[in-house]
Each structure stands twice: as C-alpha cells, then as structure tokens.
C-alpha cells in the first residue's frame, strides 16, 4: 500500500505550515542521538525498560546483544532520541548503510529480529516524530529510503510511523515480511493437549515411549551456572542439523546468557548415548512464551525428538509459567498449526526520499514493480490480488 506525502495546501494536514501553532518551551522537540545503550540517560533506560515488558526484543538487553555481537564497529548505528521540552516521546533505533555515494537506513534488526518496533510514549503524536525525519536528513544528506521491518500492523507504532512519514514528505509503502503463528492460552496443559490434533497427541505418546525405550532424556536448563553447558549442546546439536552456520557466531551465546541472567531463557535438550540431538530455546518473559530458536540431528528424527522438547516446553509454559501467550515468531511452517491457533502476519514500512536522485530511483523502479506484479494477478481468467511487495 502507498500514502503519498502530505499535501502543503491541507489546512488540516498537521504538515501544512498553517495548520502549526507557536511552540512554547514545554512543546519544543529536540533530538538526541547515542550510538550505545552504554550512553543512555536514565529515563531512556527506564523507556526500554517499559518496552521490554511488552515484548523482549523491544528492550535493551536486546539491544546491547545485537549491538555488540553483530554490529560492535559498524559507524551507522544510531538511537534517534525524540524529546517535547524535557519529556521523552520516542526512541528509533536505526542503522544506516552506505549505497553508492549516498544512504540507506534501516530498523536497527536484522534476521535475528523477529519483531522491531520504536519505543513510543503513550502521549505521542506523528507532530512529534517530524523533527527526527529532519534529523536524519541532517545526518545522512540525500538518503534514499528508510526501510522499518519487521513490524505489528495492529500496534500504535505502525500508524503513527506511516503518519509521521508521509507528513515529512516520503513516499510510503508497506509490504509483507512473514507469517506469525500464536497461542492465545486458554487452557491449562491438559485441556489444551486434549484439544489439539489426535495425530500429535498419537506422536507425543508413541514417541516419548519409544525415546525412553532407547535411553534417551529430556531437560531443561535455565540457571545462568548451566549456560556454557546449555552454549555446548545447542551449538553441537545447530552444527548437525540441516541449517546453516550462523555468520554471527556470538550473537546466540550472547542471548542465552543474557536471557538467562534474567531468568527468562528456557533450553530444552534432548540426549541419547551421552550426545545432545535435539535443542530448543524458548524465551519466557512477561506472560509470553517465545519459541526462538529450534534445530534436531537429523540422524535421529525418527524419534521426533523436537516434537517431545515441545511438549515438554508447552507443558511447562503452561503449567508453570503460566503465560497468556506462546508465539511461533517466524515462517508458516505447515507443523506450527499443530500447536497454535493463531496466524498474524508481519509487515515492514519503506519509505522513499523524493528529495534525493537515488530516492526518486528507487520510488520509480517500487511503482514499476507494484504495477507490473498486479498486472499479471489481474488477467482475464485469473482472480485478482494484492501486489507482492517489492525485495529491498
């Protein structure tokens, strides 16, 4: 979908310069750049804080893991820090990459990043967020487009961006970055396993027979003193299973220690002759269970060694843990509807520069790819559907 820039004649267009009203000192916006979380003053700390109750990757210890194991010397990162007087509104969290002789900026995410939202205060308004638009025309003259991904349609931050992106004049678009699997909780372990497919409840109790027949174990760690542990077996599990290797090799010890300082990191292994084949992590703050990271060897699928950490898991997020919510994050693989009941979908924003050669490029060639992709959806003979969103 594109929403075009505000219109300079629009009295009511918070944009149009007669639609603004003297600002007093209380209602001034300023912004602040920092390049760490090392560096926030304690009211921005205080803002995550408040986010990361929403959601984990909204919150700092997200942020210094990503930072510091995936970007440790790269010169784009940036938090965009908005303030009306001395209040604090919001914060972005950018990465800015060169392309040719100009910039692309993006959501400071990258495939790690299941969800990516900017940390809002309640009271905000798209008026608030102009100012960092103009700052970051400051900072990276000429840029090209600003890429925000992946993100909650359905979440405040999704509205007010787009406002706030249109009235400073770009050139908005949105398109589809992924499927989300969830489950709403209704019902404790028992009931909800009695609910589900009579297929996985057969496999469930078919195969943790046939696992403990063989000697094999489930466990779950979560103190911080088992993590080098925990570290060995995921990795030695990743490295025999069908993915690929993670090109940044620190991020996910960093965010075992880290959840797991916090007490919110459950690792689930499963053992057989001594070796670990199966490991899942799972991070459960807040109320939420989130299912992060999975991988089997694949010598030992026959005894569907990740289904039995699911239930184990489920089990104890259910029954223990207690939470309102178990979410899948990431892909519409066919076996999430087994476990879940819920599919979101997951959008990012681009928007362009018009202000820029590169920007009005890339604008031309996004409107060219949309035009052309729904001309093929809507030939005679073939039903019609929204346009796939161009890769950027």
Not at 139 to 161: C, E, I, N, V, Y
Not at 167 to 190: C, E, I, K, M
Request: glycine content about 6%; overall charge positive; hydrophobic content about 45%.
């Amino acid at each position: 979908m594109f929403a075009p820039p505000f219109d300079p004649t629009d009295p009511t267009d918070p944009a149009c310069p007669a639609a603004r009203t003297a600002d007093s000192p209380d209602t001034v916006r300023t912004v602040e750049v920092y390049r760490h979380p090392s560096a926030f003053p304690a009211d921005v700390l205080q803002f995550f804080e408040r986010a990361e109750r929403r959601n984990a990757e909204f919150g700092l210890p997200w942020y210094r893991n990503l930072v510091d194991t995936v970007y440790p010397d790269h010169a784009g990162i940036g938090f965009y820090i908005v303030r009306r007087g001395r209040a604090l509104m919001a914060v972005l969290p950018l990465r800015a990459e060169r392309s040719g002789a100009g910039w692309r900026l993006h959501s400071l995410s990258n495939f790690y990043t299941t969800l990516y939202e900017p940390v809002l205060d309640a009271a905000v308004t798209p008026r608030d967020l102009l100012p960092l638009v103009a700052a970051l025309r400051r900072d990276f003259p000429g840029f090209a487009s600003l890429m925000l991904a992946p993100m909650d349609t359905a979440a405040p931050a999704w509205s007010m961006l787009l406002a706030a992106l249109r009235q400073s004049g770009l050139a908005t678009f949105d398109y589809f970055t992924h499927g989300n699997w969830a489950l709403p909780v209704t019902a404790r372990w028992r009931d909800y396993l009695a609910a589900r497919d009579g297929q996985l409840r057969s496999t469930i109790k078919r195969m943790d027979k046939k696992f403990a027949a063989a000697g094999g174990r489930l466990e779950i760690l979560r103190d911080p003193a088992a993590m080098p542990a925990a570290i060995a077996a995921y990795e030695a599990v990743y490295q025999a299973s069908w993915k690929r290797p993670e090109p940044f090799p620190r991020f996910m010890p960093g965010l075992m220690q880290t959840y797991a300082a916090a007490g919110a990191l459950r690792v689930g292994l499963a053992w057989l002759d001594g070796r670990p084949i199966a490991a899942q992590l799972w991070i459960v703050a807040n109320g939420r269970a989130a299912i992060y990271k999975l991988a089997y060897h694949d010598d030992f699928k026959a005894y569907s060694p990740g289904t039995l950490l699911t239930a184990m898991l489920m089990e104890r997020a259910l029954d223990t843990d207690q939470v309102g919510e178990v979410d899948y994050l990431v892909g519409d693989d066919p076996y999430k509807r087994a476990w879940m009941s819920e599919r979101r979908e997951r959008r990012g924003i681009v928007a362009y520069n018009p202000r820029s050669l590169a920007g009005l490029a890339g604008l031309a060639y996004e409107c060219m790819g949309r035009l052309v992709r729904m001309a093929r959806t809507c030939r005679p003979g073939r039903p019609s559907a929204a346009p796939r969103p161009s890769a950027h």
